[in-house]
């Protein structure tokens, strides 16, 4: 009975002090739950203010490549007319000293070189038959300056572009090493091949080659013949001077073979 009185007494005591215990540890918990927003807030607002940056970086990335461009290809468009009108010009002074440096009206100075163009209808070994003939060998091509030179050459005989779809032969072959694992060019003469040398079985599009060439295509393409700019059949007209490998056996109809024989001067 003694209890129940002192109960009576201070249950208002006993659920004031619950209540404030209750408010009080609600009142803790949001402050904790609205420092959590608050650093989320601020995570959200940092992460939004990198986006924006990146998307604005990535505008004016895209706004300078814009700009660029034009000017990009004016500089390649003047590059590649520099380069036409040096062969253009070399063309011009062969008509009257390669006679006298080469031998006669035939042959084509280029590079301490002469260089003769012969329309026949050969395989690659027959060609190089051909060439031994004349104390010279088929051409190798040592640059991009050597490789335009003499693609510019078959301009002279425009009138016989439909009869040559597949090129003229030059001196590389490409045979596939097996136990290296790679294939390994030569060219005829012996000279060291450091122009468009391609080591691996993939195909590429790396100059001199063609789009996806070369490509040994059934195993058995090892010689390599040479496209001046051309259009035939189905091919558009994109070729300019860009390397094929093709059967050795072929004979490409009415072809230019292309001959390279040292000289003094």
Known sequence: MHFLKFFNKNIFIILFILL??????????????????????????KLKKYINEENNNNKKEEELKEFISPINSIINKNKTNNQLNKIQNVLEWNKYRAPIICGDNEWHYFDGFCYKLIIGKFNWEEALNECKKQS???????????????????????????????????GMTRKYNEEMEIFKSEWSDGTLVNYGNVPKREAFHIPPWMGGQPDNSGGIEECINSCPKLG??????????????????????????????????
């Open 136 to 170: 010279s060998n088929l051409v190798s091509i040592h640059s991009e300056q050597e490789n335009n030179f003499v693609g510019s050459l078959s301009t002279k005989f425009e009138e016989n572009f439909d009869n040559f779809c597949h090129g003229f032969w030059i």
């Open 232 to 265: 035939c059949d189905n091919w558009p007209q994109i070729f300019f001077n860009q390397w094929n490998d093709s059967r050795c056996l072929i004979k490409l109809n009415g072809a230019f073979y292309l001959f390279n024989s040292p000289v003094k001067i």
């Open 20 to 45: 404030f215990l209750i408010f009080n540890y609600g009142i803790t918990n949001s402050e904790e739950i609205d420092d959590e927003i608050l650093k989320k807030q601020l995570k959200m607002g």
